[in-house]
T-cell receptor
Framework: KAGVTQTPRYLIKTRGQQVTLSCSPISGHRSVSWYQQTPGQGLQFLFEYFSETQRNKGNFPGRFSGRQFSNSRSEMNVSTLELGDSALYLC?????????????FGQGTRLTVV | LAKTTQPISMDSYEGQEVNITCSHNNIATNDYITWYQQFPSQGPRFIIQGYKTKVTNEVASLFIPADRKSSTLSLPRVSLSDTAVYYCLVGGNNAGNMLTFGGGTRLMVKP
């Protein structure tokens, strides 16, 4: 069974640009969550999608957005990139909804903003 | 969501048992306790989850006292490859799949 796939693995963007990251969950998983990891702030929750609906959103500015497609694949978009957006962006998929459900993480997309 | 407190770092030697304790004084009745392991530049990996008493799987044991205000992850006979950051999380179904990570414990296993 294939794991969570995130593309691209590495990305370099310039301040002010926008970026789209992609996540393909494990087959059959309908819940996808996104996290940002930085050395200073650690792992922070961005948002969660289930059946194409955003269920939860973390404390991030509106420049961060996401969506989920009918096949459960998800994308997140960051507009007007800032240097502080440089981070490892992680996607996790789960079979069902609930914090007692095991989350499977992808390897992440390393975004560098210059 | 309950806040967790765990040691910032721990050192151990190969073959030893490692116990990492996590405090979660404000744990709610429907909260589960979950531990994740993360290697550098990789996503976290689920290790073990429990609600009360003791849970054991092929890689670890989780001890939860009756008051559930703390929990201890036990890794038997660690090896160099167990060097990683270990996160303790608490949460319940009303949080959806929103995981709240604390700072984690950086475990260094030495030869």
């Amino acid at each position: 069974k294939a794991g969570v796939t995130q593309t691209p693995r590495y990305l370099i963007k310039t301040r002010g640009q926008q970026v789209t990251l992609s996540c393909s969950p494990i087959s059959g998983h309908r819940s996808v969550s996104w996290y940002q990891q930085t050395p200073g702030q650690g792992l922070q929750f961005l948002f969660e999608y289930f059946s194409e609906t955003q269920r939860n959103k973390g404390n991030f500015p509106g420049r961060f957005s996401g969506r989920q497609f009918s096949n459960s694949r998800s994308e997140m978009n960051v507009s007007t990139l800032e240097l502080g957006d440089s981070a490892l962006y992680l996607c996790a998929s789960s079979l069902v909804v609930g914090s007692n459900t095991e989350a499977f993480f992808g390897q992440g997309t390393r975004l560098t903003v210059v | 969501l309950a806040k967790t407190t765990q040691p910032i770092s721990m050192d151990s030697y190969e073959g030893q048992e490692v116990n990492i304790t996590c405090s979660h004084n404000n744990i709610a009745t429907n909260d589960y306790i979950t531990w994740y392991q993360q290697f550098p530049s990789q996503g976290p990996r689920f290790i073990i989850q429990g609600y009360k008493t003791k849970v054991t799987n092929e890689v670890a044991s989780l001890f939860i006292p009756a008051d559930r205000k703390s929990s201890t992850l036990s890794l038997p006979r660690v090896s160099l490859s167990d060097t990683a950051v270990y996160y303790c999380l608490v949460g319940g179904n009303n949080a959806g799949n929103m995981l709240t990570f604390g700072g984690g414990t950086r475990l260094m296993v030495k030869p």
